[in-house]
């Protein structure tokens, strides 16, 4: 069974704090993906990556930086938390190719940054 | 860019009454579509999909298809039950976004006894 595991189901830190996300696949996929999801906007996507080492800034990267040094782990790092930063964080994956291949999600991160 | 649009909700529907929910989409090239669902307190899961103009995905007595001419991929099951209450997002896949899903704002749906 496909699985994609997040390193906390709940989080909550202070602002300025560095905050990282932990994302791991067992599937051997290139692709990896890290979401947002707020109560009315849906899902938006922050970063992905094509494959080790290599990075694209999705439609929200500002305030996060991600790591892939391994295939099957991808991490989004807060460098300084801010309030407007709580949120639902989902990470996925998915295997290289066309566009019909889907995405296997985690169960999210909760992160709260009072 | 790519785009997706969605009937918002709240929907709230009698057990066996029949849904719709509205997508439509706008994006260059040949996307991908997709619905995925939320269950209260988890992550996202495929629900169903379609990779071409008239396909019809379908799955759990969910149906939705593929219509290049309307730009649409409305969701459609004939007799919901309470167990499919539960976030449903709308999303498309291409190439012009390194495959990364362009998803919809989502529609809660409600399903009482």
């Known amino acids: 069974d496909v699985k994609v595991t997040q390193s906390s189901r709940y989080l909550v830190k202070r602002t300025g704090e560095k905050v990282f996300l932990e994302c791991v696949q067992d599937?051997?996929?290139?692709?990896m993906f890290w979401y947002r999801q707020d109560p009315g906007l849906g899902l938006r996507l922050i970063y992905f990556s094509y494959d080790v080492k290599m990075k694209e800034k999705g439609d929200i990267p500002e305030g996060y930086s991600v790591s892939r040094e391994k295939k099957e782990r991808f991490s989004l790092i807060l460098e300084s938390a801010s309030t407007n930063q709580t949120s639902m964080y989902l990470c996925a994956s998915r295997a290289a190719g066309a566009s019909g291949y889907e995405q296997f999600f985690g169960p999210g991160t909760r992160l709260t940054v009072l | 860019g790519d785009s997706v649009t969605q009937m918002e909700g709240p929907v709230t529907l009698s057990e066996e009454a029949c849904l719709t929910i509205?997508?439509?989409?706008?994006?260059?090239?040949?996307?991908?579509l997709f619905w995925y669902v939320q269950y209260p307190g988890e992550g996202l899961q495929l629900l169903l999909k379609?990779?071409?103009?008239?396909d019809k995905g379908s799955n759990k007595g969910f149906e939705a298809t593929y219509r290049k001419e309307t730009t649409s991929f409305h969701l459609e099951k004939g007799s919901v039950q309470v167990s499919d209450s539960a976030v449903y997002f709308c999303a498309l896949a291409s190439s012009n976004s390194g495959y990364a899903l362009n998803f919809g704002k989502g529609t809660s749906l409600l399903v009482t006894p």
């Open positions: 599937m051997d996929h290139e692709n």
């Open positions: 379609a990779t071409k103009a008239d």
């Open positions: 509205n997508c439509t989409y706008t994006a260059t090239g040949y996307p991908s």
